[in-house]
């Protein structure tokens, strides 16, 4: 053995990193294992950041083509430089991912490289290109992340059949492209390559775009991107997929009728959600349990059944978001040492980087109603608001749900320009027990965006003042 460690971090993306450096701050000697070269896990390396990159980025060539003309902004000869905005993508990754690996050595946390396997509850091997390192560690937490799933049968060769991966790599735009699943990813990834000229089509397995989601903010939502020339075959099943070489048929059929239609595209993204990572890391020989789904079990300590074994982020149930996986990390670090780290899973807010944007905390109508929790609805749409109005950005509205009874805010759902920013305002709220009074009566900056927020919040008093 060659070191003892109080806590060794198996995976080192926003779970695990922020793990391992709080962990360090509170004076524990920590470790993180990492096999994929560099930090920052699925997240910075091919997944939330290089997309927002990507969807930056392909939404100010859209505005350029589109846009600036109506607005008095007369250039001419804009043109798409796919390989130039793939560099800038990659810098701004490598910018972050090296900016983790800082902040380890700023804090002392050990980066050990390689792959980590749990050889027993107090120690962990590390493989390394055929060389193998055993440490000892008072504690374990895996934070090993999840995959892209696949559907049954088909083969993501990340070629014509890709996952967010490759979509995020691609070195030209392709004319065509079908993306399966209407989630997160789809819609992110189908926005991009919309804007920078392929055709998109979604199929979605569900009636509706983004199952979970507020419905009326999802029915808007889908509007909205069929308004930008994304169409939608929703209620449908996929049943093959074939690659043919220079391009991939895919057969599918509407959950209402009983003969296939088939649709030919140049590449289709598989987006029908993720996969626990849990491979290879000996789990069941050190008696560390999985449920149904693969996901593993921990209580509310985020304790396996191996008590001194930890596990959080998308590993865990719960929503695979990077600041979920983060939160728990914190509070995992704390509880190490002796604190109440804690998560409040009522309070998780999710965003979706489309433009509009999307961003909802709290609960839905479609869940109050199941849970027989009676509420008020204020809505105030953003072509009321005078900061969208002159920056022409006036498509979607904020929903705030409060209790009927004590008027504290259960839920914030709002489709519009820069929400994936307002929406902070709504969890600090959420998070500080706030009415909807009060937020009506917190002064907002005129002119801005967010200033829908406090007319929504007297509309759950129906006394807004500009609508
Ligand atoms: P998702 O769970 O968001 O969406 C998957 C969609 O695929 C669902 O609408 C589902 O009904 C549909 N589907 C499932 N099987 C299907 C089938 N056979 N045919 C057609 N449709 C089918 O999963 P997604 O988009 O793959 O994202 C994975 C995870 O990554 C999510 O949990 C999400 O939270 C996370 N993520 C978060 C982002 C963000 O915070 N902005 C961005 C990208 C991903």
Known sequence: MSDNFDLIVIGGGPGGYVCAIRAAQLGLKTACVESRGTLGGTCLNVGCIPSKSLLNLSENYHKAKKNFFNQGIEVSDVRLNVEKMMSNKNKSVQVLTKGVEF?????????????????????????????????????????????????????????????????????????????????????????????????????????????GMDREVSNEFQKILAKQGIKFKLNSKVLSIKDLGSEVKIEYQSNEKNTPDTILANKTLIAVGRKPYTEGLNLNKIGVKKDEKGRIKVNKKFQTDIKNIYAIGDVIDGPMLAHKAEEEGIAVAELLAGQSGHVNYDVIPGVIYTSPEVAYVGRSEEQLKKDGIKYKIGKFPFLANSRAKVNNETEGFVKILADSKSDRVLGVHIIGPHCGDMIAEMALAMEFGASAEDIARTCHAHPTHTEAIKEAALAVDKRPIHF
């Open 103 to 211: 902040l380890f050595k700023k804090n002392k946390v050990s980066y050990l490289k390689g792959k980590g396997v749990i050889f027993s509850p107090t120690s962990v091997v590390v493989y390394d290109q055929g060389k193998k390192t055993a440490y000892n560690t008072k504690n374990i937490v895996i934070a090993t992340g999840s995959y892209s799933s696949s559907l049954p049968g088909v083969k993501i060769d990340e070629k014509n059949i890709i996952s967010s991966t490759a979509a995020l790599s691609l070195s030209s735009v392709p004319k065509s492209l079908v993306v399966i699943g209407g989630g997160y990813i789809g819609l992110e990834m189908g926005s991009v390559w919309k804007r920078l000229g392929a055709e998109v089509t979604v199929i979605e397995n569900l009636p509706f775009i983004t199952p």
